[in-house]
């Protein structure tokens, strides 16, 4: 299976999946309502600091062109699993759209109203901006989100509700304040375009973004 040819490629992958599957099972190894144990493990394993940074790094990139897709991104497993469990959670959960918050430090981006954008990577937000605000406040994302699924549900002892943004949404910029540092964001549909470049700097149509 790709999966497991995927963690015998990457030490990092297996070592947070065998992790991740420990804390899945220790919480009692809920399923319901997603589609198998491996969605709920890859949840689990992408919340985990160590493979989300790597991870969300090598989405970024695999997004520069088709043949660094399929060549070199070697986490095409996880990237399925996860897109796949935010579809059947979309399903229960009634496709509802969603207003959350993702706030950043160390990272500011040029935008204006009526760019279209992409986040460029799965996106952990908050229905809390108090909450979001302790993650940085460099830049403050209020995000209408229609392709997110909440996921908070899935972990024990979770008491805040967090949404899950995939990378292939797409979102109008509606509004821009405090210099840059707040940025309003409204769900246009989803897109997905190995052809198109990364690029960071002045937002244009298309444009995708992602964090160092």
């Excluded at 919480?27 to 985990?48: E, H």
């Excluded at 990272?107 to 908050?126: E, H, I, M, N, Y």
């Excluded at 108090?130 to 406040?137: K, L, N, P, R």
Aim: hydrophobic share 35%; net charge neutral; with cysteine.
């Amino acid at each position: 299976a790709l999966k497991d040819s995927e963690l015998q490629q990457n030490p990092l992958f297996i070592w947070i999946w065998a992790e991740a599957t420990d804390w899945w099972q220790q919480s009692g190894s809920p399923v319901s309502p997603l589609s198998s144990p491996d969605q709920a493990i890859a949840l689990w394993a992408y919340t985990m600091k160590d493979l989300y940074k790597d991870f969300n790094k090598a989405v970024r990139k695999a997004g520069s062109s088709r043949q660094e897709y399929q060549d070199k991104f070697h986490y095409k497993s996880l990237h399925f699993l996860l897109t796949q469990a935010l579809a059947k959670l979309r399903v229960t959960q009634g496709q509802q759209c969603h207003d959350v918050f993702r706030g950043l430090s160390g990272v500011r981006f040029q935008a204006k109203p009526g760019d279209f954008v992409r986040l460029g990577q799965f996106a952990l937000t908050s229905l809390s901006e108090e909450v979001a605000q302790s993650f940085g406040t460099d830049t403050m994302f209020q995000v209408h989100t229609c392709h997110g699924a909440d996921i908070h549900k899935l972990f024990k002892n979770a008491s805040e509700k967090v949404v899950l943004v995939p990378p292939f949404e797409t979102f109008k910029v509606t509004d821009v304040t405090q210099d840059g540092a707040r940025i309003q964001l409204r769900s246009t549909g989803t897109h997905s375009n190995y052809n198109c470049q990364w690029l960071r700097g002045d937002v244009t149509e298309g444009t995708t973004w992602g964090e160092k």
